[in-house]
């Protein structure tokens, strides 16, 4: 993992981070998103294996307490929901990094985070992503076009990453 954050870094690319629960490892209930986005060249990353060396830690938090989440998440209901809290707080603070939501619909355990997710994340001046619809009628076609929206909104952004564009106006978070 560490080697690919380094490699996005230093060649000036988007990866990808999945923003789950455990469950979203099986590809019947992620549905073949995160093999979409590889499909489409970006690295996906699992938010379980995001590296915590103390030097890529200050390197992404500074000196804040890096792996601290009570600043935005005081009321912990499960600890899958407290991961994705924590790792949005990576992925806002990571210049090359995206995150993407995947909940199952009406998932009572992470309801109460689908807010506070989008809200690190858009405070931060980053893009955010959903798919917090998944169940077991989704079409994989619908899934398709979703992802191929934000791969073309995803490559319009680092364009303009890569002219120089630094975001002064936090952007609209987009509900894929």
Avoid at 36 to 57: K, W
Avoid at 68 to 79: G, L
Avoid at 134 to 144: C, G, Y
Wanted: contains cysteine; proline residues 7%.
């Amino acid at each position: 993992m560490r080697n690919t954050i380094e490699l996005l870094q230093h060649e000036g690319h988007l990866g990808i981070v999945i923003l789950d629960r455990p469950c979203h490892h099986v590809p019947g209930l992620n549905h073949g998103i995160p093999e979409e986005f590889q499909s489409r060249g970006y690295p996906v990353l699992s938010q379980a294996f995001l590296p915590t060396d103390p030097d890529i830690l200050d390197s992404v938090f500074g000196g804040d307490r890096p792996l601290d989440f009570d600043d935005v998440w005081h009321h912990s209901c499960s600890a899958s929901t407290t991961h994705k809290v924590w790792a949005a707080k990576f992925v806002a603070r990571h210049p090359n990094l995206i995150g993407v939501e995947l909940s199952n619909f009406r998932c009572g355990h992470d309801a109460p985070a689908y807010q506070l997710i989008e809200d690190i994340l858009v405070s931060a001046g980053r893009l955010c992503f959903g798919f917090k619809d998944l169940d077991e009628n989704k079409p994989a076609a619908s899934i398709r076009l979703r992802v191929e929206t934000i791969d073309y909104y995803l490559r319009q952004h680092l364009s303009r990453l890569r002219a120089g564009w630094n975001p002064s106006v936090l952007e609209k978070p987009m509900e894929a």
